[in-house]
């Protein structure tokens, strides 16, 4: 079980199987729904497990909350190219939009954002941004972790179980809400959908109380889907293979375990 299990208010896990043009809120009813994605070819096998397949060009998961405050993010995921302050502007996690959009975090320089950041907070409740800019970057081709975490005064970046340098470029506002769900892209100001992010996703958690430091570690070690089915095998060839060559069967497979 993940630390403070008790105290996620959402999590979207790919690698816990397809489920389809839904993907599936395993703690509450804050389902998404994949928008401008195939759900024949954009559930996908990585490293034993499954994960959704962003394409960058328009590809985002849509969905809606209630009213959640945010305190603590964690998400995995696989850029298809280097991350870093010069890249173009992509979103991985927005968590309300409207006039306020509340929260996202992105990667990338965004004009609209005044950012030049490779990871960046925003909280636009009142333009508030916090980012990284110490010169690192993200590598592409492999899994990495994001923990964004909030102690009520100031915000957090972890990557890959390391606590990043801040460059601070606002204050924090007020506790961000979780009452829409966007993956992949930035949506909020009139403008649509952009920002799409370009990569793999897999187990977006987000918490209603922040983190320790040995938590957000022991996340980092746990790794993609940690507790989700604990009686899952995830073999490409028992689990995978069939669930995307046979819809159907995979279909069955989670009514008769109760996942419908």
Not at 192 to 216: A, H, K, M, Q, W
Not at 225 to 231: E, L, N, S
């Amino acid at each position: 079980m993940l630390p403070r299990a008790h105290n996620i208010i959402g999590r979207w896990c790919p690698s816990a199987g397809a489920t389809g043009y839904r993907l599936i809120d395993r703690v509450g009813s804050n389902h998404g729904t994949l928008t401008g994605m195939d759900a024949a070819t954009d559930w996908v096998p990585s490293g034993g497990k499954l994960a959704l397949d962003f394409d960058g060009s328009g590809d985002y998961v849509s969905g809606s909350g209630n009213s959640f405050s945010v305190r603590a993010w964690s998400v995995w995921f696989n850029p298809r190219s280097t991350i870093n302050s010069s890249s173009s502007f992509q979103t991985i996690l927005q968590t309300r939009f409207g006039t306020n959009n509340s929260f996202l975090v992105s990667f990338g320089s965004a004009t609209i954002l005044l950012s030049n950041e490779y990871i960046t907070i925003t909280d636009t409740t009142g333009n508030h941004r916090i980012g990284v800019t110490d010169g690192g970057s993200i590598s592409a081709g492999s899994w990495h972790n994001l923990f964004v975490n909030s102690n009520y005064t100031g915000y957090e970046i972890w990557l890959d179980g390391v606590k990043k340098s801040l460059t601070t470029t606002g204050t924090v506002g007020a506790s961000p809400i979780f009452n829409a769900l966007r993956i992949g892209c930035f949506d909020g100001d009139g403008g649509g959908p952009r920002g799409f992010f370009n990569g793999l996703v897999d187990d977006s958690t987000i918490y209603n109380v922040p983190l320790t430091s040995s938590e957000i570690l022991e996340i980092y070690r746990l790794g993609r889907g940690y507790g989700v089915f604990d009686d899952f095998d995830f073999d490409d060839a028992n689990i995978l293979a069939p669930s995307i060559a046979n819809p159907v069967l995979f279909h069955n497979h989670y009514v008769n375990q109760g996942f419908y």
